[in-house]
């Protein structure tokens, strides 16, 4: 029983590290699902490559996520769900798909997808806990971005879909 307090005491500081972010990440709020991450990486790897990825974009008519407010006004109870769907998406969908001759840019590609995973994961955990609800309006949100997705080919519309993710940081970062 002595060592009961003393178990107690570093269970409960190894609780309250675990839920801060590490250095770099910050907290985000999705809904009622908390998710630490570092978007300034993920925004660094994105930079480096932007001007590349968005040269192969021959469509500058359409867009993917934002076509007519795709991630506009979406509701605080929403944030979860389309959260959770837009990540998917981004690691079965755009990320498998965006291969180049140049190694560099690869390079980064697999570092952005990397850092998506483990935020998926997260987002995985808190809708497996019933945290992420996903209603009508998020649900249609989501099946336009998909509709906009597969109006062109596969390695068209994952390029474009890369080439718009500064539009995901950005309302990642803006929304409460």
Request: hydrophobic share 35%.
């Amino acid at each position: 029983m002595k060592g009961l307090p003393v178990f107690l005491c570093l269970f409960s500081v190894s609780c309250w590290l675990n839920g801060m972010p590490t250095a770099g990440n910050k907290i985000f709020h999705f809904g009622p699902c908390r998710v630490s991450m570092s978007v300034a990486e993920i925004r660094s790897g994105f930079t480096a490559i932007k001007a590349n990825i968005q040269a192969r974009d021959p469509i500058r008519t359409l867009s993917i996520l934002s076509y007519p407010h795709s991630l506009h006004k979406v509701k605080s109870s929403d944030r979860c769900c389309i959260t959770h769907h837009l990540f998917n998406f981004y690691v079965d969908k755009v990320f498998k798909h965006c291969k180049t001759e140049d190694l560099y840019v690869n390079r980064k590609i697999s570092s952005i997808a990397n850092s998506f995973l483990s935020v998926r994961r997260r987002l995985q955990q808190c809708h497996e806990q019933n945290q992420c609800m996903c209603g009508q309006e998020s649900t249609e949100k989501f099946n336009q971005i998909l509709a906009n997705y597969e109006r062109l080919n596969v390695t068209s519309a994952a390029m474009k879909s890369l080439g718009e993710l500064d539009i995901l940081l950005n309302w990642m970062e803006k929304s409460p």
